[in-house]
């Protein structure tokens, strides 16, 4: 969902440069990072940790007496930093050409985002990217081509019967698709949905294939007969209604289901001024054009916002999903699930233990050793203030300093 209140981190600060500076100097040497507070991603927060990064990977991480420094090891202090890992973003649309995809790739990369799964709308040429080490660039997944009803202009397999969604399955799977994506949807009446025996032959033949789904929503019926068939993750949250009982049964019978909410805007006028910085002129005047109350939008943010708080209170395996393609979005996502009722650090796994597992990927998520380095320097602490995952100090992807020195437009 589309959402026009954004939230942008700072450009890079002085700590920024000698993070950098250290780590690039020698890709391949040792880098201990010293007196910092660690957020592993896990529920785990040290105190006066050390981080120790050898090449691309995480040797050590831990409390200062439990980290054995290695001789000649480059060192740096953040004494009065966190360290947090970078976000995996689990819901995403990005540009459709090779060259604009990979530059939405290190738009993500600047704004702390190691990963992005992409949900339906790829063109099934361009997956081969995600075979691709791009420096300075988020890794790729994808969902390849998503399976709706007939759509007109939704580059996605258009079905009216179980034989076409299981052979839409199929055709995913000949790419290698990460994940298979279904609508579940009639876009206010405008569409047929998806229907029940559709999206079940299509889970079945997903599961025989050793995929998974995950579906889009907006009625509370639907999410119950996705449930029933089979479905493995929500890419929104019900939106319609607020859940009853038998919804949140159905999900606790379900531990491995997977919730990406994907909140809406909010519909309130924010203060967006420290954001002009990293914005061209420009683009910042659209942006507070459309930066005002919407007694409609907020109502219909109620909703969800409500739904996640049961779910969350449920023990639902959530995830971070920001739709759409605004780099920033992980940002403005996390503050709203906090607003919703989950706490920072439910947040932070979410975005990053939790997403890194919907995704798969067994070396991200978390900042232990033989782990990817890919982690956040910040100048606060996030758990008191889970808007201070916007003061970006630095951010080291694969063990290298990504470029904050400008904006990436």
Known sequence: MHRVNVVVIAVVLTLGF????????????????EGLRLIVGDGRVMENATLVVEGSRIAQAGGRADVRVPDGARRVSLAGKTVMPMVVDTHVHLSTTRDALIGDLKRRAYFGVSAVLTLGTDGLELLGIRSEIIPGAARYFSAGKGITRIEPGRPTFQINSEA????????????????????VDDREGKVEKVTPAQYAAAIDEAHNRGLRVIAH????????????????????GVRDKDIDN???????????????PNLPDRGVKVDLS?????????????????NKDNPKAQAFHG?????????????????????????????????????????PMQVIVAATRNSA?????TDAGTLEAGMSADFIVLDANPLDDITNTRRISAVILRGAAVDRTQPIR
Do not use: C
């Open 18 to 33: 000698l993070v950098g500076a250290a780590i690039q100097a020698s890709a391949q040497s040792v880098t201990a990072f």
């Open 164 to 183: 076409e969604a299981r052979k839409a399955v199929q055709e995913n799977a000949a790419h290698r698709s990460d994940i298979i994506k279904v609508w």
């Open 217 to 236: 929503i907006f009625h509370m019926d639907d999410a119950k007969g996705l449930m029933r068939a089979g479905v493995d993750a929500f890419a929104h």
């Open 246 to 260: 038998e919804t949140v049964s159905l999900f606790k019978a379900r531990p491995y289901l997977t919730l990406t």
């Open 274 to 290: 420290w954001l002009r910085p990293g914005l061209p002129a420009a683009e910042f005047a659209k942006l507070e054009e459309v």
């Open 303 to 343: 909703i969800q916002a409500r739904n996640l708080a049961k779910l969350n209170a449920a023990g639902v395996r959530i995830t971070l999903g920001t739709d759409g393609n605004r780099p920033w979005g992980l940002h403005e996502e996390m503050l709203d699930m906090v607003l919703a009722g989950m706490t």
């Open 357 to 361: 597992g919907l995704v798969r990927m």
